[in-house]
């Protein structure tokens, strides 16, 4: 069964992605930064957390973003201010994360989010030019920015109907398009992502860019 997740199914979900990622910086911090990670979806209305139920368990998850304009900052960086002191507690105890592939290939982006934490931004005064700006910057779109399921449940078709829900709703709020990022070295994830009609539209060294019209 797909549904939306709740904050009930939190723990099984980070438990879904910690095992679905093992190597992963987000699973390497710990568990409670991982789920701080997957409630960042549950804060408000431009976000949604999908996830996939056998047995009264929740095994799997796919989690969206909005963008529509009105988005301050980008998933990643929204999501390591949400969980900043699970982030900072988890790498106090495990320093040589500072030197995880993930984390150093953005240095910039996460000494830009400390200094962000440290010293908010001040409020922009006009709203109108703020939205007409990221407008600009971002066309309307939905954004996978997570899917896992535990391992022991691959091969059963439940990511491509976490996608195929995603999307589903995503019609539902009004969008017609989507979009998400993924290591190119992940080829079990773009299969199942070209089977259900994505395509890629950019790639570089690391990962690769993938859209899809909805209709």
């Known amino acids: 069964m797909i549904r939306f997740a709740t904050k009930n199914d939190l723990n099984d979900l980070a ?8 190597k992963s910086f987000t699973t390497q911090v710990g568990l409670n ?14 976000k949604f957390l999908l996830c996939v139920e056998e047995d009264h368990k929740a095994i799997g998850y796919c989690g969206c973003l909005m963008v ?19 982030a900072v507690k988890g790498l106090l105890m495990k320093p040589w994360l500072f030197f995880h592939p993930e984390l150093s290939r953005n240095y910039k982006l996460i000494f830009k989010n400390i200094k962000r934490k440290i010293f ?26 997570g899917i896992g399921i535990l391992p022991a449940y691959y091969s059963k078709g439940y990511g491509s109907q976490l996608i195929m829900a995603a999307e589903k709703e995503s019609l ?23 089977r259900n009609g994505w395509v890629r539209e950019r790639v570089d060294k690391i990962t690769c860019l993938m859209t899809k019209q909805l209709s």
């Open 15 to 22: 438990k879904a992605h910690s095992a679905a990622f093992p």
């Open 33 to 46: 930064f991982v789920r701080k990670t997957l409630e960042w979806y549950l804060t408000d209305d431009k």
């Open 68 to 86: 529509d304009g009105n988005t301050d900052m980008g998933s990643t960086s929204a999501m390591i201010q949400y969980a900043f002191k699970e």
């Open 120 to 145: 908010p931004p001040k409020k922009n005064n006009n709203p109108v030019k703020k939205v007409e700006n990221n407008a600009k910057k971002r066309e309307k779109s939905v954004g996978i920015v």
């Open 172 to 194: 539902n709020r009004g969008f017609k398009q989507m979009h998400l990022t993924v290591r190119n070295d992940n080829e079990r994830a773009i299969r199942s992502y070209t």
